[in-house]
């Protein structure tokens, strides 16, 4: 192999390992300010009152603590595989009427709400508790 050849094999081989640690600085650098967190979901959710049961109560949450849910990751993926910008936005449409892991989340985000939990404490439990189902 020529000097050349891996003179920018090296430089390639650089810079990976250093987007990689960047990356993972990025991810494990905790979040203090709330707003950080958001999402940036505008559109206004769909009303409970189309609702019935659980799915009522879940869209009444999402009308209730919108900043909160815009806070927060979805772990059904929806954000990967339909673009979501937040759990908020799953309630923007039916989606969540369908998804209990989109419910599960507003109602543990909703109770820890009312249990007087800042929104940085909510999502690290909503995270811990989902964790394992990120891919």
Same mark, same amino acid.
């Given at each position: 192999?020529c000097k050349?050849s891996?003179s920018?094999i090296l430089? @390639?081989?650089?810079f990976i390992?250093?987007? %990689?640690?960047?990356?993972c600085?990025k991810?494990? &650098?905790?979040?203090t300010?709330?707003k950080e ?6 559109r *206004?959710t769909? &009303?409970p009152e189309?609702?019935t049961?659980?799915i009522?109560? &879940? ?13 927060l990751?979805c772990?059904?993926e929806?954000?990967k595989?339909f673009?979501h ?5 799953c309630y923007?449409d039916e989606?969540a009427?369908?998804?209990?892991i ?10 820890m709400h009312r *249990?007087?939990?800042?929104? @940085?404490a909510?999502?690290?439990?909503v995270d811990?508790r989902y %964790?394992n189902?990120?891919?």
């Open positions: 192999m050349r891996v920018l430089v @390639l081989f650089a390992a250093v987007a %990689a640690i960047t990356s600085q991810q494990s &650098a905790e979040v300010d709330p967190l958001r999402g940036g979901e505008t *206004q769909l &009303a189309n609702f049961g659980q009522a109560d &879940a869209y009444r949450i999402a009308r209730e603590i919108p900043e909160i849910l815009d806070s990751h772990y059904c929806c954000k595989h673009g910008k937040s759990l908020l936005t923007v989606h009427k369908h998804c209990d989109c419910m599960d989340e507003a109602f543990i985000a909703y109770e *249990q007087g939990k800042d929104v @940085l909510i999502r690290k439990a811990a %964790a189902m990120r891919h």
